[in-house]
């Protein structure tokens, strides 16, 4: 009489198929793609490529979001995300709250109400990253911790787009270390906006992931991104060492605690 040993078959969360891993890294690499080539591009070419990263930038999320937690996922992220950013952004050019006083150059294209239509999905491209880094170590406090990682991504962002004209502000009082361009508030009204919107997502979207979902890879690959080229772009090639350091400074505050828990696995004190 022989004894079988019977080991349970692991429930095992699948990969999506390489057709659609195939179809969202094209657009994450399209959008990394076109932001290599800004300080290579200037003029109307620089222009369209600006309004074409934040498109595919934004796509490649919503494709991200749907592959990871489904319909229910992407359904709600974009209009949410997009009427959020929209309507701050609104505010924000009629009262100066709680950015500050600025207004868009037409550049950008057309506008709703003195915002360009673009505007919004680059909070759709931003927000979807910033929430599931925010989920993956955060705990209790997912808000805050995409808030604080929004507002250190704009201070790579903000110069970029106000030295291509993109919009201006009036600075009336203190302004950004290095970037006498920019007001302090802005940095403050991007927290208040992010804590906002990563809170209120993370109350209405879901939580659990597919059980063929894609991985974070393409997140991970656009918050890498985003502290390298925010470093390099302004030391070597916008010629602003002192936004190079200080931005990169603080989005690697925020980004390293996620990207070590990606690589090493979550300390205890974090579970």
Do not use: C
């Amino acid at each position: 009489m022989s004894i079988r040993h019977y080991n349970p078959r692991r429930r095992r969360r699948g990969g999506i198929s390489p057709k659609a891993r195939n179809f969202l890294f094209l657009f994450v690499g399209l959008t990394i793609a076109l932001q290599i080539s800004y300080p290579l591009i200037n003029g109307e070419a620089l222009r369209v490529v600006t309004i074409a990263t934040i498109y595919a930038g934004a796509l490649a999320m919503i494709i991200h979001g749907h592959l990871s937690y489904g319909a229910k996922y992407s359904t709600r992220y974009l209009p949410i995300t997009a009427l959020f950013g929209l309507g701050i952004e609104v505010l924000g050019v009629h009262t100066g709250w709680p950015f500050g006083v600025y207004e868009y150059d037409s550049s950008l294209g057309a506008q709703i109400f003195g915002v360009p239509f673009v505007v919004p999905f680059a909070w759709v491209m931003m927000v979807h990253p910033a929430l599931l880094a925010a989920r993956r170590i955060a705990g209790n406090w997912v808000f805050l911790y995409g808030g604080a990682l929004l507002a250190a991504w704009d201070l790579f962002l903000d110069p970029l787009m106000v030295g291509a004209g993109r919009w201006k502000w009036e600075v009336t009082g203190s302004h950004l270390p290095f970037a006498p361009t920019i007001p302090l508030s802005n940095s403050f009204g991007w927290l208040l906006a992010g804590i906002t919107i990563v809170g209120f997502l993370n109350f209405v979207l879901p939580r659990e992931r597919r059980k063929n979902s894609a991985s974070l890879a393409a997140v991970d690959a656009i918050l890498i991104w985003t502290l390298f080229s925010g470093f390099v772009g302004n030391l070597f090639f916008f010629d602003r060492p002192g936004v190079a350091v200080f931005a990169g400074i603080a989005f690697a505050i925020w980004a390293t605690p996620y990207l070590f828990v990606i690589s090493f696995g979550k300390p205890d004190l974090l579970k």
